[in-house]
């Protein structure tokens, strides 16, 4: 039971993470995994483990440190010149960040102990195998703040899929409404790979598909999206522990085979 509520939870918070970003950004691309956010996590997830810091809770917050810092230095590089956020910048800047995160994280795990080693290579490949009753109620005691915030906005991420220059001109808070959600994306995207390691693509292929089943409202959207996406993972971690039984695929790589191709066509159909 800990291992299906957690996966219905982590599937159920990058989705709404992932739904929040393309709005904010106006990229259907876009998404924590894309956007270096769950790399970010990840190395600041690496970094608790090896410096033995604080347990499940310290790993928690050096993952949202890390997720933070990641989102921030690809929105800086998106910044062109000091202008306006250029949305296909961001999401390059995004796979960069996150590549190279990705690539601190080994580095570092290189010179870790061995049983850290072994049990940080495991983690970081996703998966639920270690779930317990405590990971679950961490992980649902810190992502209740973000997804209640993002909820609470629901009107004003309508707004901001409009554009910046509309949303203002429609009596939107652009600055208090871009912080709230890149606050409450990490912050969830952290929450998640603390528990579940670095599982991508829930937040690309749920939200497109939940906008073709309730349209793009997000009041509607999503509390459509954090239910589907939660069925989602939990049917990827059924897939990834039966499959191959007695051996267990690592959950990422379930969704990966789903996310990919998905991936491609929107990548395809954003450069016509």
């Known amino acids: 039971l800990p291992r299906v ?20 950004v106006r990229n259907p691309l876009a998404e924590p995994w894309l956007l270096g956010l769950s790399g970010g996590a990840s190395l600041g997830a690496v970094l608790a483990m090896v410096l033995g810091v604080g347990g499940g809770w310290g790993v928690a917050a050096t993952a949202t440190i890390g997720a933070l810092a990641a989102i921030a230095l690809a929105w800086r590089i998106a910044l062109v010149a000091g202008r306006r956020l250029d949305p296909r910048v961001l ?7 996150g590549a ?23 983690w970081l490949f996703g998966g639920f195998s270690g779930a317990t009753p405590e990971a679950a109620i961490r992980f649902g005691l810190i992502a209740l703040a973000p997804l ?13 899929a409009l554009g910046e220059e509309s949303a203002a001109a429609l009596g939107a808070d652009i600055d208090r409404l871009r912080g709230g959600v890149v606050l409450a994306t990490a912050i ?37 999206v954090f239910v589907a996406g939660g069925a989602f993972l939990v049917v990827a971690d059924t897939a990834a522990r039966t499959v191959l039984a007695p051996a267990e695929l690592p959950v990422g790589v379930v969704t990966a085979l789903v996310g990919v191709p998905l991936f491609a066509v929107l990548l395809r159909r954003s450069v016509r």
């Open 100 to 122: 190279f995160a990705s690539a601190v994280s080994t580095a570092i795990l290189t010179i870790a102990e061995p049983f850290t080693f072994r049990a940080a290579a495991m």
């Open 91 to 97: 999401l390059l800047a995004g796979v960069v960040v």
């Open 148 to 160: 209640a915030l993002l909820f609470a906005m629901a009107r004003g991420l309508d707004l901001l």
């Open 188 to 224: 969830l995207t952290a929450a998640a790979v603390s528990v579940s390691g670095v599982i991508g693509f829930v937040g690309l292929v749920v939200p497109h598909a939940m906008r073709w089943w309730v349209g793009p409202l997000h009041r509607s959207l999503l509390p459509a």
């Open 5 to 24: 509520l957690l996966a219905f939870g982590v599937g159920g918070g990058l989705a709404v993470a992932g739904a929040a970003l393309q709005a904010l």
